[in-house]
């Protein structure tokens, strides 16, 4: 059909102001606080035209308070503020002009208002999934789908996130994700950091934040990025707070119930949580063995082993704090953090040992309990000071945790003949695990303006563990306990690290780049007691990162990054120790560990802020890996960490929000990748690689008068790690949730991994290495939740306060 010729001339027209304007626009940025100078977070901005008063543009303050309007065509305007419970606030007219362009706003402060607060309501709600441009946010905190869970069970639904049985962290395909907690590291070990996470409740947080690509102002630890867990803060002006309980059921029972409490003032802000949970939980777990003779490239024997574990969780995690506002510029704070808590893996295994052809060899029957209790307290000591430039800031923390760690083992086997009676032979180990951690750790961060387009960030940060881990193992001999001098060992472990960083940010009109330079000095010394063995590392490293940005229009945005990343060993893999699961599976650690450097480059494109497409490539050397091996001679197989020579991960990925109506809600995220794994360090040929896939989908239903439905779906391919490959796997969680009692409380009803998809079916053909695995989750859990909301919930001010020590916690292993 002819396109009309009045239509012409429109077009025309209005290519020819987009043109003008293209090359005549400029950007504002400016901030908001209440009268005490503490940044308002989520105030409505809107840009006004100082002629007619019309609506140019509208956006909402970060959690510092900050905002900023793009691409704005000269002239003449003014912004107002809004925030509930304060009163409007208008900027003075001002004028963008190309000799004199207005780039930064004074900062708008905005007045409490007279209205009853009590009355209002506020119903916006924060998306479940945000992509933004250095990051990935999912917001936990009203979620249905996270009721009932435990952080690391809400781990598993971020986007590119998975975790295995072992409680490992893989993000985007890498295993090596750094977690953080408030922005710091926790020093704890994988195991312990697992049991950190199984044992906080799901309530208890925010959101998390999935850095791929962090700059040079974060510790360079890492392998594939920073995952950062943001705990509730509650910040509302005067007292308020919220006291909730859940019951659940898998294949066995669990609850929950907690409070939090707040009182804010113009000066002081005083808040506490305390919430206790009860997880019960029961496994499945399957392996399949076959083993070799001396010189035979065929199996002779097979080995089936089946376990069900019994597995009770009892978790108290409580939290106290205080924020006092010296002034408006100057902030001094305290906080209080513990998790305690018991952990039991009581399991029954039964291993049949036969010949190739099905002739029984042995068939042994095993009891392994393994009773466990922790205790996590850590103090933070925080100082704020806003100079009078706008944007000038000096953070200090100083930080001090202890973490103790017992566990108490007793593994029996007795053997079984044809008949099924049991047979004089047996064998009857007990082990006792007691281990200490102590990390000491002072940071300061700097924050100047140079300008309106240029910032300077440069700091600087100390950290000092130390590790105390004693292994006693006996065996019962007739009636008497014999010391194994075999298997137990007392091994410590000390790290310092050094780091000083700069970051430089310099935006030139719709271009904007950020470059970083961060060096780290090592010195750890692992001492195995028992053998008098000293490994000692000192090693200087530097981590630069660049980040480009170009904004090509108002729909397309192109980011280019780079950094240079460090994944040091967990103290507990380099612990060689040996952990028994069975007489024929154990683990071990391996104090010769070197750390893993990866450099990684991202090119990502923002369409229309709804469509981000990102093409990732990284090296990394020396990559750590859990390897397995298998003794033949014995019927044994083994586990522990060695370094291969390097694993190649490169892949693309889709993230897209968008609401396709009014009442529906969805974010979704695709993954394209391939891990390449070379060179077994012990001389093995090793040379695995695949190509996988995951999906992640995330939906929300409004479904009116206060209801609302949310839906997700995760699916991961076929996946190799190390010599293990793994089958696909699925989960759907759906989970419905109403407001009562006049929408000061909700009631939420959610079932998670519905189908029971959740399953780790693995494979290993390496060497002599024969091996089959099938893992059945307990992750089929029906969870019912009730929270209620009392006093002032209406006001909120103020951002989540991060000390310096969370991010060494992280490799302070647990349960």
């Known amino acids: 059909m002819p396109f009309p010729t009045q239509s012409l001339k429109h077009l025309r027209w209005a290519l020819l102001l987009i043109t003008s304007t293209v090359y005549a626009q400029t950007d504002l940025r400016g901030r908001v606080t209440d009268p005490a100078g503490i940044a308002i977070e989520f105030a409505t901005l809107a840009l006004y035209s100082a002629a007619d008063s019309t609506l140019v543009k509208g956006t909402v303050s970060d959690s510092l308070g900050q905002f900023g309007f793009t691409r704005i065509p000269l002239g003449a305007y003014y912004v107002e503020a809004r925030f509930v419970g304060y009163q409007p606030q208008r900027s003075a007219r001002f004028t963008l002009s190309e000799k004199q362009p207005q780039r930064l706003l004074p900062t708008l402060q905005l007045q409490p208002g007279e209205q009853d607060l009590q009355t209002l309501t506020v119903t916006a709600k924060k998306p479940l999934v945000e992509q933004r441009i250095d990051r990935t946010v999912m917001n936990i905190e009203n979620s249905i789908l996270s009721e009932g869970n435990t952080a690391l069970e809400v781990l598993e639904k971020a986007p590119g996130v998975t975790v295995d049985d072992e409680g490992n962290i893989t993000l985007k395909g890498k295993q090596g994700a750094t977690i953080m907690i408030n922005g710091k590291l926790t020093y704890l070990s994988q195991k312990e950091l697992a049991t950190l996470l199984r044992g906080t409740s799901s309530s208890a947080l925010s959101k998390v934040e999935i850095i791929t690509n962090p700059s040079a102002k974060y510790d360079a630890a890492g392998n594939s990025g920073i995952i950062n867990i943001q705990l509730k803060k509650n910040e509302r002006i005067g007292f308020n707070g919220n006291v909730y309980a859940n019951v659940a059921r898998s294949r066995k029972n669990r609850y929950g119930t907690g409070l939090n409490l707040n009182y804010r003032s113009n000066r002081l802000n005083v808040f506490g949580s305390y919430d206790h949970a009860y997880r019960g939980e029961k496994e499945l777990l399957s392996y399949t063995r076959r083993f070799r003779d001396p010189g035979e490239s065929n199996p002779s024997r097979i080995s089936f082993q089946n376990t069900v574990t019994d597995e009770p969780l009892y978790t108290n995690n409580f939290k106290a704090g205080v924020d006092y506002f010296l002034d408006s510029r100057n902030t001094l704070g305290l906080v209080v953090n513990g998790n305690v808590g018991t952990y039991a893996n009581h399991g029954n295994t039964s291993n049949l040992l036969q010949t190739i052809t099905r002739h029984t060899l042995a068939d042994a029957r095993s009891t392994n309990t393994d009773d466990s209790r922790w205790s996590n307290l850590s103090y933070n000591l925080n100082y704020t000071h806003r100079f009078k430039q706008e944007g000038r800031e000096l953070t200090t923390d100083w930080d001090y945790s202890a973490n103790g760690f017992q566990s108490n083992q007793l593994l029996d086997t007795r053997y079984v003949d044809e008949?099924?009676?049991?047979?004089?032979?047996?064998?009857?180990?007990?082990?006792?695990?007691?281990?200490?951690?102590?990390?000491?750790?002072?940071?300061?961060?700097?924050?100047?303006?140079?300008?309106?387009?240029?910032?300077?960030?440069?700091?600087?940060?100390?950290?000092?563990?130390?590790?105390?881990?004693?292994?006693?193992?006996?065996?019962?001999?007739?009636?008497?306990?014999?010391?194994?001098?075999?298997?137990?060992?007392?091994?410590?472990?000390?790290?310092?690290?050094?780091?000083?960083?700069?970051?430089?940010?310099?935006?030139?009109?719709?271009?904007?780049?950020?470059?970083?330079?961060?060096?780290?000095?090592?010195?750890?010394?692992?001492?195995?007691?028992?053998?008098?063995?000293?490994?000692?590392?000192?090693?200087?490293?530097?981590?630069?990162?660049?980040?480009?940005?170009?904004?090509?229009?108002?729909?397309?945005?192109?980011?280019?990054?780079?950094?240079?990343?460090?994944?040091?060993?967990?103290?507990?893999?380099?612990?060689?120790?040996?952990?028994?699961?069975?007489?024929?599976?154990?683990?071990?650690?391996?104090?010769?560990?070197?750390?893993?450097?990866?450099?990684?480059?991202?090119?990502?494109?923002?369409?229309?802020?709804?469509?981000?497409?990102?093409?990732?490539?990284?090296?990394?050397?020396?990559?750590?890996?859990?390897?397995?091996?298998?003794?033949?001679?014995?019927?044994?197989?083994?586990?522990?960490?060695?370094?291969?020579?390097?694993?190649?991960?490169?892949?693309?990925?889709?993230?897209?929000?968008?609401?396709?109506?009014?009442?529906?809600?969805?974010?979704?995220?695709?993954?394209?990748?391939?891990?390449?794994?070379?060179?077994?360090?012990?001389?093995?040929?090793?040379?695995?690689?695949?190509?996988?896939?995951?999906?992640?989908?995330?939906?929300?239903?409004?479904?009116?008068?206060?209801?609302?439905?949310?839906?997700?779906?995760?699916?991961?391919?076929?996946?190799?790690?190390?010599?293990?490959?793994?089958?696909?796997?699925?989960?759907?969680?759906?989970?419905?949730?109403?407001?009562?009692?006049?929408?000061?409380?909700?009631?939420?009803?959610?079932?998670?991994?519905?189908?029971?998809?959740?399953?780790?079916?693995?494979?290993?053909?390496?060497?002599?290495?024969?091996?089959?695995?099938?893992?059945?989750?307990?992750?089929?859990?029906?969870?019912?939740?009730?929270?209620?909301?009392?006093?002032?919930?209406?006001?909120?001010?103020?951002?989540?306060?991060?000390?310096?020590?969370?991010?060494?916690?992280?490799?302070?292993?647990?349960?």
């Open 419 to 815: 008949t099924g009676a049991f047979t004089s032979r047996r064998s009857t180990r007990r082990g006792d695990i007691p281990s200490t951690t102590y990390v000491y750790v002072g940071k300061a961060d700097y924050t100047h303006p140079l300008g309106t387009k240029t910032k300077l960030e440069t700091g600087w940060k100390s950290s000092y563990v130390t590790v105390d881990n004693e292994v006693k193992y006996d065996t019962l001999s007739g009636t008497n306990w014999v010391r194994d001098f075999s298997a137990s060992n007392h091994f410590t472990y000390q790290e310092t690290i050094h780091a000083g960083y700069v970051n430089f940010n310099r935006e030139f009109g719709s271009f904007s780049v950020q470059a970083g330079l961060r060096g780290e000095y090592t010195h750890t010394k692992g001492h195995q007691i028992t053998s008098d063995s000293l490994v000692v590392r000192k090693y200087f490293q530097l981590f630069p990162s660049l980040f480009l940005t170009q904004t090509l229009n108002e729909k397309h945005r192109l980011q280019l990054s780079y950094s240079r990343r460090i994944e040091r060993p967990d103290y507990e893999d380099l612990n060689p120790f040996r952990f028994f699961r069975d007489p024929f599976l154990y683990y071990e650690g391996n104090p010769f560990l070197k750390p893993q450097l990866t450099h990684s480059l991202e090119l990502g494109h923002t369409f229309n802020n709804f469509l981000t497409t990102t093409l990732n490539y990284s090296y990394t050397s020396d990559v750590i890996n859990w390897m397995m091996g298998q003794i033949d001679s014995t019927n044994t197989t083994f586990q522990s960490p060695q370094n291969l020579k390097s694993l190649i991960n490169y892949g693309i990925s889709f993230s897209a929000s968008q609401s396709p109506t009014s009442w529906w809600t969805t974010s979704n995220f695709f993954n394209v990748f391939r891990n390449e794994y070379k060179g077994d360090q012990k001389g093995g040929d090793l040379n695995n690689s695949i190509t996988s896939f995951t999906f992640n989908a995330q939906n929300s239903f409004q479904l009116g008068r206060g209801a609302s439905l949310e839906l997700s779906g995760v699916y991961n391919s076929k996946s190799v790690y190390g010599v293990f490959v793994t089958r696909p796997f699925y989960v759907i969680s759906a989970g419905v949730q109403k407001q009562v009692l006049n929408k000061q409380a909700t009631l939420k009803l959610m079932a998670n991994d519905i189908f029971q998809g959740r399953r780790r079916v693995q494979t290993a053909r390496y060497e002599n290495l024969d091996l089959n695995t099938n893992i059945r989750f307990d992750s089929r859990v029906i969870t019912l939740s009730f929270n209620y909301r009392f006093g002032n919930q209406n006001l909120k001010t103020g951002s989540t306060r991060k000390s310096g020590a969370d991010d060494v916690q992280n490799r302070v292993k647990g349960q």
